[in-house]
């Protein structure tokens, strides 16, 4: 096995019928755009019942489609991206204040981890994923995942990655390895993935490979690294 290979995320969504949320970040084939998008999935009316919303801010949140039949708001209604500075943050879950509070405190993104752990939903204990592009003098980032140490809930243990970022290259954590009961949660490092110089293609190619059942909305940004131009791609199943 090449472990420098990089796939087509297809591959790694097509046969997998609920990943759950997931994060992808890295930079287009051409070396011009840094890329990242965002996905959320849901089994319950609950977790179904959501819209991806931008904000004239470049924020992005998650919303009810249906207000009248929302049930527990608390682990699916959040900010999922956030800009500050020359910092784009992206997470799945309300860890994404926390990590804007923190740097806007001149803090770090592992600081504002430390203070958070998985999400309370037993038997699942769902990680919490969350990734920042980070523009000060160059492009980098770092992904992180917030997991359970065991089946109880006892602990929480923390992993970051920091990447240098390759031309063509994206890493893509999500957080779950497949459906279950419970849900077994994301193991290893986030899986490297090829990623096209096409905004279009790149969306098409991970809308079109999630679960038509589960899937619920996807969000894509292309940042042009010369000039800060972004474009960017919004997908609800939910109209």
């Known amino acids: 096995m090449n472990v420098y290979e990089t796939n087509c995320i297809c591959k790694s969504l097509k046969n997998n019928v609920y990943p759950g949320r997931g994060i992808v970040i890295g930079k287009s084939k051409d070396g011009k755009k840094a890329v990242t998008a965002y996905f959320i999935m849901g089994r319950s009316e609950n977790s179904r019942n959501r819209v991806f919303i931008e904000k004239e801010d470049g924020s992005v949140i998650t919303y009810p489609f249906d207000e009248t039949k929302v049930k527990d708001p608390s682990l699916i209604i959040y900010s999922a991206i956030r800009k500050t500075g020359d910092k784009l943050i992206v997470t799945n879950g309300d860890q994404t204040d926390t990590i804007y509070d923190f740097i806007a405190d ?35 980032y ?10 109880n809930g006892s602990e929480c243990n923390r992993y970051t990655f920091n990447y240098k970022p390759l031309n063509g290259v994206g890493h893509f954590i999500h957080t779950y390895n497949c459906d279950g009961d419970p849900i077994p949660t994301f193991t290893g490092e986030p899986e490297r993935i090829a990623i096209p110089d096409s ?41």
Not at 107 to 131: H, M, V, Y
Not at 142 to 151: C, R, T
Not at 212 to 231: F, H, Q, T
């Open 142 to 151: 770092k992904m992180s995942i917030l997991k359970s140490a065991d089946e």
């Open 106 to 140: 001149g803090k770090t993104f592992e600081e504002a981890l430390e203070t958070r752990c998985f999400e309370p939903d037993k038997p699942n204990f769902t990680p919490r994923i969350s990734g920042i592009l980070d523009f000060d003098g160059g492009y980098t």
């Open 199 to 239: 905004i279009d293609e790149f969306t098409d190619i991970i809308w079109s490979n999630l679960n038509e059942n589960n899937k619920i909305s996807l969000y894509v940004r292309y940042i042009d690294l010369e000039n800060g131009k972004e474009e960017n791609r919004l997908v609800n199943k939910n109209k």
